[in-house]
């Protein structure tokens, strides 16, 4: 009798917590890509960072560029990888600070930099964004904060399903922060490469209207002297006619 009890019983106490584990080991294995994603996106902060700095010193060696001159998009770019490596408040204020400075400078460059205006004020939209999205950031290292504290409550409460089930959503949420941190990281660079290219399209532009300017000039100058010139030959003497 004994022994059909533990074969009734058995099967079942093993089911239990087969069903219950899978859902756990999903959850951890989209966790665990999600953070191998974020590192992968971190790791590509400093190659674009370099990326940037070597093609400013190109690009200042391809258009010679005057020594008083910058590179405004690298404002956006800087502000931005610093509010990516942010963990405490303090560390976001710093990042926000930066882009407000950043912010004031480019608006006085603008009043006496007219021919990158345009640029200037795309790179002061980019780096208000930051300043905003800095203000979101320190928003939700507060509410992860708390959500420590709730999750070392449980735990000291010996409510262990909860806690742990806490700390996987806030490890989500952070996951997921730092991967929407470094697209505000591309978007600041994909703007930055638009930027580049709007100006080199204005100054071929301008060129060519130079060139047509100059042409046009160069054919009304040479139209304007020769009628000088026929202007200033003398008329042929009439001819006289004796007759016998």
Do not use: W
Not at 182 to 207: C, F, P, W
């Amino acid at each position: 009798m004994s022994s059909m009890s533990v074969s009734g019983v058995s099967p079942y106490s093993q089911s239990v917590p087969a069903q219950g584990a899978a859902p756990v080991q999903e959850e951890q294995k989209a966790l665990a890509d999600a953070l191998k994603e974020q590192e992968e996106d971190q790791k590509t902060l400093a190659e674009m960072m370099q990326e940037a700095q070597e093609k400013a010193e190109k690009q200042k060696d391809q258009f010679k560029l005057p020594k008083n001159s910058r590179r405004y998009g690298d404002a956006a770019i800087i502000a931005y990888s610093k509010l990516a490596r942010a963990r405490s408040l303090g560390e976001v204020d710093a990042a926000s600070g930066y882009a407000r400075r950043q912010i004031a400078q480019l608006r006085a460059a603008k009043g006496s930099d007219c021919d990158n205006a345009d640029r200037i004020q795309a790179v002061i939209n980019q780096l208000q964004k930051a300043v905003n999205r800095a203000g979101r950031k320190k928003r939700e290292i507060s509410q992860e904060k708390l959500a420590a504290k709730r999750q070392a409550r449980l735990e000291k409460e010996k409510r262990t399903r909860e806690a742990r089930r806490l700390r996987h959503q806030l490890r989500s949420k952070q996951a997921m922060r730092m991967i929407r941190e470094s697209g505000y990281l591309r978007e600041a660079d994909v703007d930055n490469r638009m930027q580049d290219h709007i100006a080199a399209t204005k100054q071929e532009l301008r060129d060519q209207m130079d060139q047509l300017t100059e042409s046009t000039q160069t054919a009304v100058d040479a139209a304007v002297q020769q009628y000088a010139a026929a202007l200033a030959e003398p008329a042929p003497a009439p001819e006289i006619s004796v007759e016998a």
